[in-house]
């Protein structure tokens, strides 16, 4: 079956504009969560939704982040007003329900603001 | 904030020798959990521990969890060069089993 999805997997966009990533999850994972990793670094966590509500926005940077989630399938991670420490890769993941599930992990979007 | 925390930050060793990585965590945890990345991209679950388990196997791997020392351990016996990534631990704590929290890593490289 299809594993998680994101798109784009490459988007180089230019300092101050918005962008879009997606991730689709695998069908029938009710969790869904956003991570960012920066080059040779762990994983920061952002945000997890469990259906369409994200219960724990603690982990967003700043107010320029943004996500949401429809349908409990698809989700946006938006970026406003990029600036250049932005440039990261996000990756998804989705597991049958928040908690001591295993995680899978979409390829990622390598981000590069310029 | 990152939990977990790897050590060491770099492995090196030859082909058919073990590997044994360190996570540490502060807080009480529900589960930890090993993940293996490649290539800077999607990470690939390995083997998760539960809090009430001391020691748990999978081929190759082998993890230990010691609660009173809020440490794990992962053990790869026998390595393969096509066991070089990065190895990353990550906690579901107690209080807030909803999300997890990953270490920085260790990267291992496996010398053929």
């Known amino acids: 079956g299809a594993g998680v999805s994101q798109s784009p997997s490459n988007k180089v966009t230019e300092k101050g504009k918005d962008v879009e990533l997606r991730c689709d999850p695998i069908s029938g994972h009710t969790a869904l969560y956003w991570y960012r990793q920066s080059l040779g670094q762990g994983l920061e966590f952002l945000i997890y939704f469990q259906g369409n509500s994200a219960p724990d926005k603690s982990g967003l940077p700043s107010d320029r982040f943004s996500a949401e989630r429809t349908g409990g399938s698809v989700s946006t991670l938006t970026i406003q007003r990029t600036q250049q420490e932005d440039s990261a890769v996000y990756l998804c993941a989705s597991s049958l329900a928040a908690g001591s599930y295993e995680q899978y992990f979409g390829p990622g979007t390598r981000l590069t603001v310029t | 904030s990152q939990q977990g925390e790897e050590d060491p930050q770099a492995l090196s060793i030859q082909e058919g020798e073990n590997a044994t990585m360190n996570c540490s965590y502060k807080?009480?945890?529900?589960?930890l959990q090993w993940y293996r990345q490649n290539s800077g991209r999607g990470l690939v679950h390995l083997i998760l521990?539960?809090?009430?388990?001391r020691e748990k196997h999978s081929g190759r791997l082998r993890v230990t969890l010691d609660t009173s020392k809020k440490s794990s351990s992962l053990l790869i016996t026998a390595s393969r060069a096509a066991d070089t990534a990065s190895y990353f631990c990550?906690?579901?704590?107690?209080?807030?089993?909803?999300?997890?929290?990953f270490g920085a890593g260790t990267r291992l490289t496996v010398k053929p």
């Open positions: 807080t009480s945890i529900n589960n």
């Open positions: 990550a906690t579901g704590e107690h209080l807030n089993n909803n999300d997890m929290r």
């Open positions: 521990i539960r809090s009430n388990e």
